[in-house]
């Protein structure tokens, strides 16, 4: 068994090249809104630039590369952070960047890869996430891993004129069943 390798996946740190790739992901609407419910508003190099050299400082913050074992290209990031280590609970977000490798099953076996870390390498209790209710392929992803809706923050989202939920979803280390 590898920590951080999958069938596909290879979970590394992040490069100064990388830089490059995360700025075009953070043109992309789709994904910006997927991933914030801030106003959408493209990024620009200087501010991965800058993300990039705060790596180093980060605490209680295991930030990923999602790479292909195949190519080592890089297709996205996963991330467990506000880590209370006197509850053992922590915040997972996740995103395949590259647009054309959603869907593949890459998210899942990223997401199986952070679980058995933060369960059996951080020792965490409880793992939770947001999700907008208009994201259809993360709730479908995340309740096949066995997360549980939890909470629903009603009418959270005002989008294209319409309004959407958001709603909280968590996973024990009781209810987590590895493949
Ligand atoms: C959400 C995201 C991480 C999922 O990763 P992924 O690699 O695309 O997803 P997977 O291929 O592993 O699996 C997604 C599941 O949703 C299903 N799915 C795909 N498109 C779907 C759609 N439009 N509606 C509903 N379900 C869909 C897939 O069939 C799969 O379910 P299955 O395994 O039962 O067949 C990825 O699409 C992404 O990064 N999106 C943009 C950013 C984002 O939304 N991040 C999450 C914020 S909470």
Redesign the pocket.
Known sequence: MNLFQSAHLHLTGFTAEDVETITRWYQDD??LR??SATIAFPDTPLKWQKWYESLPDLKDEYIFAIRLRADQSLI?WIALDGILWNHGAAWL?????E?H???????????ELILRYAFHELNLHRVQ????AN????????E?LGFVREGVYREYLHRDGQRFDMYLYGILRSEWQPR
């Open positions: 789709e994904y997927a991933l996205g977000s996740i995103a395949v960047g647009a490798q959603r869907g593949q099953g890459y998210g899942y076996e990223a997401c996430l947001t999700v907008f994201n259809h392929r993360a709730i479908r992803l995340y096949r």
